[in-house]
């Protein structure tokens, strides 16, 4: 292998158009617990961890043109997803807070069952269950 991993994860960073919201989003509303915040020549990165994962929210000092949204809108990255346990509670506490679902709890392998959740810019949130 070509890239011998330092660590068991991979991280993300997400360009957002309003950060309160965001960290709202990730930290307030999903759990993430927030670490620090990096100041960069771009913006000020907002660093939340999730296991040995880290989701960066960069906050741009120039917030940059919104692109498509949506699965099938693109080519690239098309959205972050999050293996967790007990899908059928975080869909309805997700659904209390009035967060958009893109796809409701669904089962797509027989082993595997999936929710999608919009961020505030669009960005799609997948929540994974394994059995």
Do not use: W
């Amino acid at each position: 292998m070509l890239l011998k991993p330092a660590k068991d994860s991979v991280d993300v960073l997400i360009f957002v158009r309003d950060i309160r919201r965001s960290l709202d989003f990730y930290h307030g509303t999903l759990g993430l617990k927030e670490e620090d915040e990096v100041e960069t020549p771009f913006g000020t990165v907002h660093r939340l961890r999730y296991g040995t994962s880290l989701v960066k929210l960069m906050d741009p000092k120039e917030v940059p043109p919104e692109g498509p949204i949506g699965l099938e809108k693109q080519l690239g990255i098309r959205y972050l997803s999050f293996v967790i346990r007990d899908l059928s509670r975080v869909c309805a506490v997700l659904e209390e807070k009035g967060v958009e679902f893109t796809m409701p709890e669904t089962q797509v392998l027989p082993d595997t069952r999936i929710a999608m959740v919009k961020d505030p810019d669009g960005n799609i949130i997948e929540l994974n269950e394994r059995m």
